[in-house]
């Protein structure tokens, strides 16, 4: 069977699926972990069984539609193990890439996305409506842009980073692997693998991680 198959019964899901119909993209349904609880359809579309299930649909295009980066990776990981072979890509028809930036296999960016030039995004990034990513960035697979993130020119971000809504990242600064940005934080220096920054300067915050 033929048609995009989704990981994750999530809000992105549900912002994800129609773009798809808007493209004409056939989509066979949803596996999620949690579909003994879940409803028999979630936006539209059956849940179909858990992640193992991938196998049974060796002609499907899978996309995963996990917000949190590490997570969004984890399940990448188990599904290819389980023999996930072909990941689609979801661009909304209002992004503008006028310079042909690459975008990896996987990602998906919604409504009013810009990619101004020489800029890279790698697999399963996610940037939600709004995001400005300008010239020379460098994002890492499994990175997530929230609304309204904006990075300057030549920032890096980090493999499975996550950048909450309308974070801006001053030009040049590196944001590290698996690290957090709180919403609205106004990002000046290089954030450490790992750690989660937050504010105007941002800062380090001690606490736990939960975007
Ligand atoms: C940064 C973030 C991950 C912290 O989450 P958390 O670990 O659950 O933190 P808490 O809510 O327990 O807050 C801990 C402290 O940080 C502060 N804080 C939390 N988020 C903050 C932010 N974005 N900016 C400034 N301070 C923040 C809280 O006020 C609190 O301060 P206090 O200890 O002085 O009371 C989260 O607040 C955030 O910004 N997530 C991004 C959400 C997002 O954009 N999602 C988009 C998907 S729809």
């Given at each position: 069977m033929t048609g995009v198959l989704i990981l994750g019964a999530s809000g992105l899901a549900r912002e994800v699926l129609p773009v798809l119909r808007e493209q004409g993209r056939d989509v066979l349904g949803i596996l999620d972990d949690r579909h003994a609880e879940l409803p028999r359809t979630v936006g539209g579309v059956p849940v179909l069984g858990g992640i193992a299930d991938v196998g049974l649909y060796p002609d499907a295009e899978l996309l995963a539609c996990v917000g949190p980066s590490g997570v969004r990776s984890d399940v990448v990981a188990r599904a290819e193990?389980?023999?996930a072979r072909q990941w689609a890509?979801?661009?909304?028809?209002?992004?503008?890439?006028?310079?042909?930036?690459?975008?990896?296999?996987?990602?998906?960016?919604?409504?009013?996305?810009?990619l101004t030039a020489d800029a890279v995004l790698g697999e399963h990034v996610v940037a939600m409506p709004g995001v400005t990513v300008?010239?020379?960035?460098?994002v890492g697979d499994f990175a997530t842009l929230a609304a309204g993130v904006s990075l300057g020119g030549a920032v890096r971000v980090g493999r499975a980073a996550y950048l909450g809504m309308n974070a801006s990242v001053r030009p040049g600064v590196v944001i590290g692997a698996h690290a957090t940005v709180g919403m609205g934080a106004a990002v000046l220096t290089d954030v450490p693998s790992t750690k989660t920054w937050v504010g105007v300067p941002a800062r380090q915050l001690k606490a736990g991680v939960r975007p």
């Open positions: 193990s389980a023999g890509t979801v661009v909304d028809p209002s992004v503008r890439n006028p310079g042909d930036c690459p975008v990896g296999q996987g990602s998906i960016l919604l409504a009013g996305v810009t300008t010239h020379d960035c460098l």
